[in-house]
């Protein structure tokens, strides 16, 4: 069973910045390395809304609210990827999670827990 772990949230001044990071602990590298990686974020009442995904070439894609602000990598070495939030504002108020995308964009493997990030003065 594939678990995603993500960590890295908490509580953030606007202006600040935070790095989320998501690991696939069970998941051997050859299963990783090809998958298209994704940040989704979920506020309460609303659905999961795709915030950021990475290529295995690490060709990367950004909602239009957070380019320029916020940057997708990963390490394939380690089964990780990572999602660099700068200039946080308060509607970045969410829990984050990642997924894998199939080629439909379409969540591939069950959820994780999910990191909160709250960002208020």
């Known amino acids: 069973q594939v678990q995603l772990v993500e960590s890295g949230g908490g509580l953030v001044q606007p202006g600040g910045s935070l790095r989320l990071s998501c690991r696939a602990p069970?998941?051997?590298?050859?299963?990783?390395?090809?998958?298209?990686m994704g940040w989704y974020r979920q506020v309460p009442g609303k659905g999961r809304e795709l915030v950021a995904s990475?290529?295995?070439?690490?060709?990367?894609n950004y909602g239009d609210s957070v380019k320029g602000r916020f940057t997708i990598s990963r390490d394939n070495s380690r089964k990780t990827v990572y999602l660099q939030m700068s200039d946080l504002k308060p509607e970045n108020t969410a829990v984050y999670y990642c997924?894998?995308?199939?080629?439909?964009?379409?969540?591939?493997?069950?959820w994780g827990q999910g990191t909160q990030v709250t960002v208020s003065s």
């Open positions: 069970r998941m051997i590298t050859s299963v990783f390395n090809p998958l298209l």
């Open positions: 990475i290529t295995p070439d690490r060709f990367t």
């Open positions: 997924n894998a995308l199939s080629a439909i964009k379409q969540p591939t493997y069950d």
